[in-house]
T-cell receptor
Framework: DTGVSQDPRHKITKRGQNVTFRCDPI?????LYWYRQTLGQGPEFLTY????????KSRLLSDRFSAERPKGSFSTLEIQRTEQGDSAMYLC?????????????FGQGTRLTVV | KQEVTQIPAALSVPEGENLVLNCSFT??????LQWFRQDPGKGLTSLLL?????REQTSGRLNASLDKSSGRSTLYIAASQPGDSATYLC??????????FGQGTRLTINP
């Protein structure tokens, strides 16, 4: 297994357009997380799934954001009507949720620039 | 609400020196603490995971310690090399089952 994979790596879009990002987690991992990171800051939690169920969404996730994880495998994050403030690195992570060891593995991220 | 702070925000040292990065957190009820490395424009690479019942973990030239009661962790890097230059992030996982990150320490190792 090659780890967590994200696509695309970079996306430039015009304000008002919709964008969709994909994350493929490590195959046996049952939890998948989305984080957002702006320049000079640590990543901030957006949402997470356990299998196909979306268990928590941050207040950062406005109504323009939606995430899915059909069949508990890959996940997509869609941003509708993008705004310049959405420009950031979007990071995906996966874990195999066990009580004693929940090491998180991250993908390379998708860098979104809204112009 | 859990808050994680990393000091210093930036650090520059000559090659070969040993160094310590600091991480503090406000809520001691954590499951584990994880240290990551991030190169510019890249994702996060996991370095070390310390479970709440552990005091330290070692991997090569890296040693991370955890003092849960005081809300502190340190990452010790021995014999630093230019390739160690990166941003180092610590993150804690608590009952909310998500990671809360510090802002990172940007480390530069000068040849």
């Amino acid at each position: 297994d090659t780890g967590v994979s994200q696509d695309p790596r970079h996306k430039i879009t015009k304000r008002g357009q919709n964008v969709t990002f994909r994350c493929d987690p490590i195959s046996e991992h049952n939890r998948l997380y989305w984080y957002r990171q702006t320049l000079g800051q640590g990543p901030e939690f957006l949402t997470y799934f356990q299998n196909e169920a979306q268990l928590e969404k941050s207040r950062l996730l406005s109504d323009r954001f939606s995430a899915e994880r059909p069949k508990g495998s890959f996940s997509t994050l869609e941003i509708q009507r993008t705004e310049q403030g959405d420009s950031a690195m979007y990071l995906c992570a996966s874990t195999l949720a066990r009580r004693l060891n929940t090491e998180a593995f991250f993908g390379q991220g998708t860098r979104l620039t809204v112009v | 609400k859990q808050e994680v702070t990393q000091i210093p925000a930036a650090l520059s040292v000559p090659e070969g020196e040993n160094l310590v990065l600091n991480c503090s957190f406000t809520d001691s009820a954590i499951y584990n603490l994880q240290w990551f490395r991030q190169d510019p424009g890249k994702g996060l690479t996991s370095l070390l995971l310390i479970q709440s019942s552990q005091r330290e973990q070692t991997s090569g030239r890296l040693n991370a310690s955890l003092d849960k009661s005081s809300g502190r962790s340190t990452l010790y890097i021995a014999a630093s090399q230019p390739g160690d230059s990166a941003t180092y992030l610590c993150a804690v996982e608590g009952g909310a089952q998500k990671l809360v990150f510090g802002q990172g320490t940007r480390l530069t190792i000068n040849p």
